[in-house]
């Protein structure tokens, strides 16, 4: 089946870097679009960039782009995330969720999604 | 990026009511819009993509409607399994979400 499997927990000071992985099994690596989402505590979804591991194309949101780079190693089936700058507003779950389509229409979904990695910045 | 609001930012429901929730897009998006459900500290669950299709083993009693920049998620009548927290999404240029609406017991 297919899994995404992040890397563990971390504790980083402020205007440190973060480096968050998510390693793929069970499809193509190269077929399907993956995403970093983030979730501050008690907070809601917010989507980061993406990456389309099949050409290494990525797109990062408007606030995080000057902080935010993803990468992907295909002969790992692994996608990263970098943030620079971290600061105690980066204190967070971070995601990896998978590009999903289905029959119907040219539509995308996240499915599945990564078991979530909390990363604490605190000096 | 494209803005996506949700209202109301929560509301407080009985089992079997009737819960209609509201997003919102800056722009239109056509039927680009996906609903998901997340539940206290689990993964958020996909229910619905393009606008109105169900995914495989999501109850009936959800449904959702729109196109362009209003669409809407209905819980025809709630469960006590759907006390949660519900994200639009686009997929029309990103991936960006709305804030979220908490559905909490009345």
């Known amino acids: 089946q297919v899994q995404l499997v992040q890397s563990g927990p971390e504790v980083k000071k402020p205007g440190a870097s973060l480096r968050v992985s998510c390693k793929t099994s069970g499809y193509i690596f190269t077929k399907f679009a993956l995403h970093w989402v983030r979730q501050a505590p008690g907070q809601g979804l917010e989507w980061m960039g993406w990456i389309n591991p099949g050409n290494g194309n990525t797109r990062y949101s408007q606030k995080l782009h000057d902080r935010v780079s993803i990468s992907s190693d295909t002969s790992a089936s692994t996608v990263s995330l970098e943030l620079s700058g971290l600061r105690s507003e980066d204190t967070a779950i971070y995601f990896c969720a998978r590009d999903s389509f289905g029959p119907t229409g040219p539509y995308n979904w996240f499915d599945p999604w990564g078991q979530g990695t909390l990363i604490t910045v605190s000096a | 990026d494209i803005q996506m609001t949700q209202s109301p930012s929560s509301l407080s429901a009985s089992v079997g009511d009737r819960v209609t929730i509201t997003c919102r897009a800056s722009?239109?998006?056509?039927?680009?819009l996906n609903w998901y459900q997340q539940q206290p500290g689990k993964v958020p669950k996909p229910l619905i993509y393009g606008t109105s299709i169900l995914l495989s083993g999501v109850p009936s009693r959800f449904s959702g409607s729109g196109s362009g920049t209003e669409f809407t998620l209905t819980i025809s009548s709630l469960q006590p399994e759907d006390f949660a927290t519900y994200y639009c999404?686009?997929?029309?240029?990103?991936?960006?979400f709305g804030q979220g609406t908490k559905v909490e017991v009345k």
């Open positions: 999404q686009e997929s029309y240029r990103s991936r960006l």
């Open positions: 722009e239109n998006i056509a039927n680009y």
